[in-house]
């Protein structure tokens, strides 16, 4: 089991940029999806944006665009999220997710993913 660790969230005002990382304990032995997901008190995981480590390939949620950049340093294995023209609702705790995947497309779908991180909290103000 590949150990996620996320970083970088914190506070922000309306219209401001953080950046969150994730940090991976080890490679899989296969090309794999990444994802970020978010869960604000009393609703339900979000997902908020995909990579496919075999050709780059990304997806984001419609809330996120083009607010939102995932990206990955294969050599540091670690995981970005850039995020700009940051919005209340965006507030939220940030969860990091991975899964080995030969091919195809990196759903966001919670239930597609095997390892997690602990998430980082992300308070935007208005």
């Known amino acids: 089991q590949v150990q996620l660790v996320e970083s970088g969230g914190g506070s922000a005002q309306a219209g401001g940029s953080l950046r969150l990382f994730c940090a991976a304990s080890?490679?899989?032995?296969?090309?794999?999806?990444y994802a970020w997901f978010r869960q604000a008190p009393g609703k339900e995981r979000e997902g908020v944006a995909s990579?496919?480590?075999?050709?780059?390939?990304?997806f984001y949620a419609d809330s996120v665009k083009p607010r939102f950049t995932i990206s990955r340093d294969h050599a540091k294995n670690t995981l970005f999220l850039q995020m700009t023209g940051l919005k209340p609702e965006d507030t939220a705790m940030y969860y990091c997710?991975?899964?080995?995947?030969?091919?195809?497309?990196?759903?966001?779908?919670?239930?597609?993913?095997?390892?997690w991180g602990q998430g980082t909290q992300v308070t935007v103000s208005a």
């Open positions: 080890e490679y899989y032995y296969s090309e794999s999806c």
């Open positions: 997710a991975a899964v080995p995947r030969l091919s195809g497309s990196c759903v966001l779908d919670a239930n597609d993913y095997d390892d």
């Open positions: 990579l496919f480590t075999g050709d780059g390939r990304t």
